[in-house]
């Protein structure tokens, strides 16, 4: 049974700081490709950051680039997201994804951020 389980999520005040986590399990980590997704209330999803399946590739949404860093760890199958220099604007639910061209997709059920004072 595929399941990605996101964590981290909370509460924190503009210019603080948290780590989200996805757990990986079903299904053959190391192939996939990573993404963190979120959405805001009454917004469209949108793209935050991908990692490649080996950790080559990364890319950042032009609204977080040098503040928030895409990592994994495959031996733990496990992807992360660094989010620093947190703003009221990233207030959104964070949802992780797994991609393989050939073999589809899967999402995780989503954390909440909150960035408020």
């Known amino acids: 049974q595929v399941q990605l389980v996101e964590s981290g999520g909370g509460l924190v005040q503009p210019g603080g700081s948290l780590r989200l986590s996805c757990a990986a399990s079903?299904?053959?980590?190391?192939?996939?490709?990573m993404y963190w997704y979120r959405q805001a209330p009454g917004k469209e999803r949108e793209f935050v950051a991908t990692?490649?399946?080996?950790?080559?590739?990364?890319n950042y949404a032009d609204s977080v680039k040098g503040r928030f860093t895409i990592s994994r760890d495959n031996a733990k199958n496990t992807v992360y997201l660094q989010m620093n220099n947190l703003k009221a604007e990233d207030t959104a639910v964070y949802y992780c994804?797994?991609?393989?061209?050939?073999?589809?997709?899967?999402w995780g059920q989503g954390t909440q951020v909150t960035v408020s004072s």
């Open positions: 990692i490649s399946s080996v950790g080559g590739r990364i």
């Open positions: 079903g299904f053959t980590f190391n192939n996939y490709n």
């Open positions: 994804k797994a991609e393989n061209i050939w073999r589809g997709s899967y």
